[in-house]
């Protein structure tokens, strides 16, 4: 009685701290304070937070991206758990079968993985044709997953005893004998759209060698099919003897600590769930646009013409235009830089597994170009993406060397 009425109280207490406004605009701040330091304008996070309203949008939209984030890394263990849910009174009644399941279906995944790489090497060093290597691969991987189910299950001795003692077998069906193969091999395909996007985030150093990424590509693969897989193993062996409270609290620090494992072998993970939330949010804008301003709150002068296309027309008087990326605007202010911060902040998200240091150059970059953002008052930069034809550019050519010939040209400007 005492222990359930703790248990309560525990509940109880955990929900208020994590409903509260403090744990919410504590999160919110972080994130923000993440966001800022990434690219080291931390310059402006005191004007950002005093700008309350959007407290609750932010968090919200964090949660949003943690989510679908998750979804995304984690797929195969929600499968999995839907395959274990779908019978799990009859799974029950078996010593050890939630294991079973999970192990199947992690080496499937794993296997899966080495099969899609060994056909790649296949077609790219032997130039054995595509079709050929797809076809075999279409026939590896099912005939795989049915005879790892029949050894690690179907045919496993004590789960035969087991199943023999039953009123009605259900291991030894026939239908069971073709959909379980077929059922355990789900998770392993849908791998393959985190295997995707985290592929689209990796670099490899130009003239490296080949065999040495494949190898680094392998770990990698193999490193998140074994994370994203690892929490419905860990919560299925658990759902037996827990609750459904229990189960989601489960979740609730397996998740977590998955991603943070993550970031720890993949480094970008962090920034692209911050600029993801940011993002969604509105904060953040990384489209290219154009801006003007009066001339009476920002003289032109102030703005290099190559970096920031800086121009003027004849029949708008008092007001100059701009190219550029708004990168954080939150109440009165606007972070807007120069278009190259584009380019600098998609190199930072991508991971250069063959030479480690070379991330740490990346995000350097990124802070390089983001000092070189200009803080603007909201009333004091509008967007204008509407053409106008006949610019006039304060600035036809970029400059690299101070000569003689280019200060006479600065003269007769």
């Given at each position: 009685?005492?222990?359930?009425?703790?248990?309560?109280?525990?509940?109880?207490?955990?929900?208020?701290?994590?409903?509260?406004?403090?744990?919410?605009?504590?999160?919110?701040?972080?994130?923000?304070?993440?966001?800022?330091?990434?690219i080291?304008r931390?310059?402006?996070?005191?004007?950002?937070?005093?700008?309350?309203?959007?407290?609750?949008?932010?968090?919200?939209?964090?949660?949003?991206?943690?989510?679908?984030?998750?979804?995304?890394?984690?797929?195969?263990?929600?499968?999995?758990?839907?395959?274990?849910?779908?019978?799990e009174?009859?799974?029950?009644?078996?010593?050890?079968?939630?294991?079973?399941?999970?192990?199947?279906?992690?080496?499937?995944?794993?296997?899966?993985?080495?099969?899609?790489?060994?056909?790649?090497?296949?077609?790219?060093?032997?130039?054995?044709?595509?079709?050929?290597?797809?076809?075999?691969?279409?026939?590896?991987?099912?005939?795989?997953?049915?005879?790892?189910?029949?050894?690690?299950?179907?045919?496993?001795?004590?789960?035969?005893?087991?199943?023999?003692?039953?009123?009605?077998?259900?291991?030894?069906?026939?239908?069971?004998?073709?959909?379980?193969?077929?059922?355990?091999?789900?998770p392993?395909?849908?791998?393959?759209?985190?295997?995707?996007?985290?592929?689209?985030?990796?670099?490899f150093?130009?003239?490296?060698?080949?065999?040495?990424?494949?190898?680094?590509?392998?770990?990698?693969?193999?490193?998140?099919?074994?994370?994203?897989?690892?929490?419905?193993?860990?919560?299925?062996?658990?759902?037996?003897?827990?609750?459904?409270?229990?189960?989601?609290?489960?979740?609730l620090?397996?998740?977590?600590?998955?991603i943070?494992?993550?970031?720890?072998?993949?480094?970008?993970?962090?920034?692209?769930?911050?600029?993801?939330?940011?993002?969604?949010?509105?904060?953040?804008d990384w489209?290219?646009?154009?801006?003007?301003?009066?001339?009476?709150?920002?003289?032109?002068?102030?703005?290099?013409?190559?970096?920031?296309?800086?121009?003027?027309?004849?029949?708008?008087?008092?007001?100059f235009?701009?190219?550029?990326?708004?990168?954080?605007?939150?109440?009165?202010?606007?972070?807007?830089?120069?278009?190259?911060?584009?380019?600098?902040?998609?190199?930072?998200?991508?991971?250069?597994?063959?030479?480690?240091?070379?991330?740490?150059?990346?995000?350097?970059?990124?802070?390089?170009?983001?000092?070189?953002?200009?803080?603007?008052?909201?009333?004091?930069?509008?967007?204008?993406?509407?053409?106008?034809?006949?610019?006039?550019?304060?600035?036809?050519?970029k400059?690299?060397?101070?000569?003689?010939?280019?200060?006479?040209?600065?003269?007769?400007?």
């Amino acid at each position: 009685m005492n222990n359930s009425f703790l248990k309560l109280i525990n509940k109880k207490v955990i929900f208020t701290i994590i409903t509260s406004s403090a744990f919410i605009s504590a999160c919110t701040f972080t994130v923000i304070w993440l966001y800022l330091s990434n690219i080291e304008r931390l310059d402006i996070l005191y004007d950002a937070i005093s700008f309350t309203s959007a407290i609750g949008i932010i968090f919200g939209f964090t949660l949003v991206s943690l989510l679908a984030f998750s979804l995304l890394i984690f797929i195969s263990s929600f499968i999995l758990y839907l395959i274990y849910s779908a019978n799990e009174k009859e799974y029950a009644g078996y010593n050890g079968m939630a294991m079973s399941l999970s192990t199947t279906c992690c080496i499937n995944s794993i296997a899966l993985c080495l099969v899609l790489i060994g056909g790649f090497c296949l077609n790219y060093f032997l130039k054995i044709n595509g079709y050929v290597v797809f076809v075999i691969s279409l026939i590896a991987m099912p005939g795989f997953s049915f005879w790892i189910t029949r050894k690690n299950i179907l045919r496993k001795s004590t789960y035969l005893i087991e199943d023999n003692q039953r009123s009605a077998p259900f291991l030894q069906t026939r239908i069971m004998k073709i959909s379980l193969p077929l059922l355990l091999i789900i998770p392993a395909f849908v791998q393959i759209f985190p295997i995707l996007f985290i592929t689209r985030q990796l670099d490899f150093v130009n003239g490296g060698s080949e065999p040495m990424q494949v190898l680094l590509f392998t770990f990698m693969t193999i490193a998140l099919i074994t994370l994203g897989i690892f929490p419905g193993m860990i919560i299925i062996n658990e759902k037996k003897n827990k609750g459904l409270i229990q189960v989601i609290a489960y979740t609730l620090i397996i998740i977590p600590v998955g991603i943070l494992i993550l970031s720890l072998v993949f480094r970008p993970t962090p920034n692209m769930i911050l600029n993801m939330t940011m993002n969604l949010s509105g904060i953040s804008d990384w489209r290219t646009h154009q801006y003007y301003i009066k001339t009476t709150t920002h003289p032109h002068a102030m703005f290099d013409g190559a970096l920031w296309n800086t121009r003027y027309h004849n029949d708008i008087p008092d007001r100059f235009f701009i190219t550029g990326v708004n990168i954080f605007s939150l109440g009165d202010i606007r972070l807007i830089c120069p278009t190259a911060i584009t380019h600098a902040r998609s190199f930072s998200l991508k991971f250069v597994a063959d030479r480690l240091d070379e991330y740490d150059a990346r995000l350097n970059d990124l802070k390089n170009t983001a000092m070189k953002c200009i803080v603007f008052n909201k009333e004091d930069i509008h967007t204008w993406d509407s053409p106008i034809s006949e610019p006039i550019f304060y600035q036809k050519v970029k400059l690299s060397h101070d000569t003689g010939l280019i200060q006479l040209l600065h003269l007769l400007k």
